[in-house]
């Protein structure tokens, strides 16, 4: 069971780094705002995985949820920042 979590996270990685790519040479902010979405996506599943191979996976799926709710903030704020100042 611990080598598929293994290919699991090691795929993730790879979507990872894709996005990294999307996020530094991405043609509009659009783009760069959508892979730093789904690298904080990503990390979460890293998290959550990285749990259950370690045997413990309450405390990394209370991390995960911290991390997560972080990231939508920080989304939020980015968003309304792009958004201009109208309400």
Same mark, same amino acid.
């Given at each position: 069971?611990?080598?598929? *979590? *293994?290919?699991? @996270?090691?795929? #993730?990685?790879?979507? &990872?780094?894709?996005? /990294?790519?999307?996020? *530094?040479? $991405?043609?509009?902010?659009?783009?760069? @705002?959508? $892979?730093? =979405?789904?690298?904080? !996506?990503?990390?979460? /599943?890293?998290? %959550? /995985?990285?749990?259950?191979?370690? =045997?413990?996976?309450?405390?990394? %799926?209370? #991390? !995960?949820?911290?991390? !997560?709710?972080? $990231? *939508?903030? =920080?989304?939020? &704020? %980015?968003?309304?920042? /792009?958004? =201009?100042?109208? &309400?």
């Amino acid at each position: 069971m611990n080598t598929i *979590f *293994f290919i699991l @996270m090691v795929s #993730i990685i790879f979507v &990872i780094g894709t996005m /990294l790519q999307r996020l *530094f040479y $991405g043609p509009t902010i659009y783009d760069r @705002m959508n $892979g730093l =979405g789904v690298i904080g !996506a990503d990390t979460i /599943l890293l998290l %959550v /995985l990285f749990g259950y191979i370690d =045997g413990r996976p309450d405390m990394y %799926v209370d #991390i !995960a949820i911290s991390y !997560a709710f972080l $990231g *939508f903030i =920080g989304s939020v &704020i %980015v968003a309304k920042y /792009l958004g =201009g100042k109208n &309400i």
